[in-house]
């Protein structure tokens, strides 16, 4: 069965530390990968995506991920947190249907 | 570039009373997606149009949902009669057509049923 998970629903981190949320999937075909943040009472926005090429992508605001086939994984970083980045992040998947499967979300709050 | 419009921003209305949303895509994205996000949880596909046609509609509870594109541009989602489970943020999104499109989302409806 094709899945999306996140794993934790919160992550607290301390202004300027490493940031890392966790996505994993499970899929029978190749699948295009994404993350989406969304800010409250706000739509969701696309911070990267992966389809082919390099496995590690660089997206918007310093966050970057990386695919990896063998553990079906697309884990977020970012190296130093700002107080902006609290928000609620979505791992998204397209198992090549035009459609995106989305994850439960975990929701990132920043300790100043 | 405007992006995706949606109306109302909020509703709050009362169980079996019946609801309408509205989405204007971003002019010349072919596909059209309603999502619902219940509290906690991620954005679920409801429906997805290509033009004005349905592609896929098998999470949408058909017995009390329906959507319709008129004309391949916007679109209408309505629920009637609403339960209180339905209680969510309705967000639309469009993409140009083809995989791994980035897809644009509105800001969203915030339905409240009571």
């Known amino acids: 069965a094709q899945s999306v998970t996140q794993l934790g629903s919160h992550v607290s981190v301390s202004e300027g530390a490493l940031v890392l949320l966790r996505c994993n999937y499970s899929?029978?075909?190749?699948?295009?990968l994404f993350w989406y943040v969304q800010y409250p009472n706000q739509g969701l926005q696309l911070l990267l995506k992966?389809?082919?090429?390099?496995?590690l992508v660089k997206g918007i605001n310093g966050f970057e991920a990386e695919f990896k086939k063998s553990e079906t994984s697309f884990h977020l970083t970012k190296p130093s947190a700002h107080m902006s980045d609290a928000a609620e992040y979505f791992c998204?998947?397209?198992?090549?249907?035009?459609?995106?499967?989305f994850g439960t979300g975990t929701r990132l709050t920043i300790i100043p | 570039e405007a992006g995706v419009a949606q109306s109302p921003r909020y509703k709050i209305i009362e169980k079996r009373q019946s609801v309408a949303f509205w989405c204007n895509p971003i002019?010349?994205?072919?596909?059209l997606y309603w999502y619902q996000q219940i509290l906690g949880q991620g954005p679920k596909l409801l429906i997805q149009?290509?033009?004005?046609?349905?592609?896929?509609d098998s999470q949408l509870p058909k017995d009390r949902f329906s959507a319709e594109r008129l004309k391949g541009v916007d679109s209408t989602l309505k629920i009637q009669p609403a339960k209180l489970e339905d209680s969510a943020v309705y967000l639309c999104?469009?993409?140009?057509?083809?995989?791994?499109?980035?897809?644009?989302f509105g800001q969203g409806t915030r339905l409240t049923v009571v």
């Open positions: 992966y389809t082919t090429g390099a496995t």
């Open positions: 899929s029978s075909v190749p699948p295009y």
């Open positions: 998204a998947v397209d198992f090549g249907n035009e459609k995106l499967t």
């Open positions: 002019s010349g994205h072919a596909t």
């Open positions: 999104a469009s993409t140009q057509a083809g995989y791994a499109t980035e897809a644009f």
């Open positions: 149009f290509q033009n004005n046609g349905v592609v896929d």
